[in-house]
């Protein structure tokens, strides 16, 4: 890919709003571009080559698999998101992968050890990610407190509002979200199986709170929810 084109794809990422022009052009050198369509898998944690990477367009599921082979969806990767070896630290226990969700996607990414580098020389690079990372670690650390708290109804209200509220749009109390997600998909997010989310859902539908197809979700009213 063209370097300016790279730094087109960067610039505009609050992650690297504290570089200078001359800084975002030497991150550009090291910077990896991939694009993906619907189904790929972009990304093991057994990796030999550990990778960050920035999600530039589309939607990515992190998957978490246990010694059982059991699979969970541990994160939903948005426009903007980070993923990948976060922590800066090649985990060779954890077992997750990333599969993309929407028809297609972009990808920035970085080697571990060459982003290493950039964070050491950019002290306010350093900071900004640190509290992105931060908050992200919070988030899901309160998305599994739900799980453990709650009962899988009202883990998926939390879930589907969560949803409406970042990629939803509003129209009035209406709200409709673009559906890239499975009911199988949407039963291992809430940690529950498939024939409990479906359920879930039909009941919802038949009180007209909400109509679910494979293209979006219409949630009647938000308020309501």
Known sequence: MDEDLKYWYLRDHKLFRTLSFKQMK???IIMGFKEAKKGEI????????PRIFVLKKGNIKIVAVDEAGNETIKDIIKKGDLFGELTLEAD??????AKVLSDDVAICSFLLSDFEDVLLKNPGLALSYTKIVGLKMKRIKNSYSNLISKDAKTRLVLFLKDWA???????GKKVI????????DIAQIIC??????????????AKGTLLYNRKEIVIADITAL
């Open 192 to 205: 529950t199986s498939r024939q409990t989310a479906t359920q879930l859902l039909n009941e919802m539908e």
């Open 26 to 28: 030497q991150l550009c």
């Open 42 to 49: 972009i990304y093991f944690s057994s990796s030999d080559v």
């Open 165 to 171: 509220e970042k990629e939803g749009t509003q129209i």
């Open 177 to 184: 979200i673009e559906n890239y997600l499975t009911q199988n």
């Open 92 to 97: 060779g226990e954890s077992n997750e992968y």
